[in-house]
């Protein structure tokens, strides 16, 4: 129960964070924002979850992860709470900070528990189940957000609903979560930086972790922010159409998550799963993005096939955790996903930016931004170079093998 636990609240904090990606209409309506505006105030989330992931990783290797779920997920609770009833961009802007702030220990506390009350071999099919909650929380803030709107009278009613069940992820957390036994923490005569000291003088964790968060980017940058209103110039759909491919990606990227992992334990290789997913990659994006020779439903089919290949990132926690002991297990999960969240920092920010540039100040009749097709392809191609980038990384990473390490 004490993973499940932590499962949901990761599903919580994810759909929380993806949340925005269906209201982008509404809060530039409301507020009267710019896209690459609007793109910096959903970042913010990044922005705190990733400042977070390090001193979140060395709280729970201390101290377990019951207190740290359980308080965790009612604060984020508070923040999407706040984001719903905002009447100001400062108020939007908190909110979105709470909510990266508190969510930042889900995906940790997932790894804590993972590493320390199961089977070492099963840690890396453990964390893709992990991401399956994660995607399921994006699918959540996707078309069902839309649905909740239309049924409860608005985007803040249906961010209300959320940070309930945050509230009631919080309550059930305390009560599963065991205290402390059977966890693997840190003595403490030991100093709380020693596990980053080991890792950040391996110079091929970097380069795992700038591998993996492009591969991170279908979700972080298309998923959660710029596919829905991409598809909806693309091809002229609706806003619930669109959603789909949202939710297609989330779903290739639970599914691609755990099939990573079956297979790099069958084969006993995390790096001969990365390599090739890292070069297909490329080709699936590419074809999702910019071909003009496919229609609506084949870009839904190379979106799911991309994000299938994109997810083999789960396997840098499996890397990343047979480099040090096990007492710093946290902080190693913490660290290596500070270094993919950050392409959310990044590339969400920054397509918002390249849309505006791209765009040369195009207005419609009430004054509000006009985008085509060539604006969003011009700036997608950045996420394209950065595979190609990644590809090429991929070669050089360290490998990681499924079975038993010195301690």
């Not at 709280?59 to 359980?70: E, K, N, T, W, Y």
């Amino acid at each position: 129960m004490a993973i499940l636990a932590c499962w949901m609240f990761f599903l919580f904090s994810c759909a929380a964070r993806t949340e925005p990606s269906v209201l982008l209409g509404d809060l530039s309506s409301d507020f009267g924002i710019s896209s690459s505006f609007l793109g910096f105030i959903i970042s913010i989330a990044y922005i705190s979850y990733v400042a977070m992931q390090v001193p979140y990783g060395i709280i729970v290797d201390r101290l377990g992860p019951r207190a740290v779920v359980a308080i965790c997920c009612f604060a984020c609770s508070i923040g999407v709470l706040i984001f719903g009833m905002a009447t100001t961009v400062f108020q939007l802007e908190l909110g979105r900070f709470l909510i990266g702030l508190f969510s930042a220990a889900a995906y940790v506390c997932c790894g804590k528990v993972a590493r320390d009350h199961f089977d070492k071999k099963k840690y890396a099919l453990l964390m893709g189940a992990a991401n399956l909650a994660g995607c399921l929380g994006g699918v959540a803030g996707g078309a069902p957000i839309v649905f909740l709107s239309s049924q409860f009278g608005g985007w803040r009613q249906a961010t209300f609903v959320i940070a309930a069940i945050g509230a009631l992820i919080s309550i059930l957390a305390w009560r599963v979560i065991p205290d402390r036994n059977g966890s693997a923490r840190m003595p403490n005569g030991i100093g709380v930086l020693d596990g980053i000291r080991i890792i950040v003088k391996k110079p091929r964790v970097w380069l795992l972790g700038f591998c993996c968060a492009i591969l991170y980017l279908p979700v972080c940058a298309l998923a959660e922010l710029w596919i829905i209103p991409f598809l909806e110039i693309r091809f002229g759909i609706s806003t619930k159409l669109a959603s789909i491919g949202a939710i297609t990606i989330f779903i290739g990227s639970s599914v691609g998550g755990l099939l990573s992992a079956w297979i790099a334990e069958k084969i006993n290789s995390c790096k001969r799963v990365i390599i090739p997913c890292s070069i297909l990659f490329i080709w699936t994006l590419w074809m999702a993005l910019c071909s003009d020779s496919i229609d609506y439903n084949w870009c839904i089919f190379f979106l799911m096939i991309s994000s299938i290949l994109s997810a083999s990132n789960i396997l840098s926690y499996q890397i990343v955790c047979g480099l040090i002991p096990d007492r710093y297990s946290g902080t190693a999960t913490g660290f290596m996903n500070t270094l993919i969240m950050f392409s959310g920092i990044v590339f969400q920010p920054l397509l918002g930016r390249l849309l505006d540039f791209f765009r040369n100040g195009m207005v419609d009749d009430t004054g509000r931004p006009v985008y085509t097709i060539i604006t969003y392809r011009s700036a997608l191609l950045f996420i394209i170079f950065g595979a190609i980038f990644a590809g090429i990384a991929s070669f050089f990473i360290d490998d990681a093998k499924f079975v038993k390490r010195r301690e």
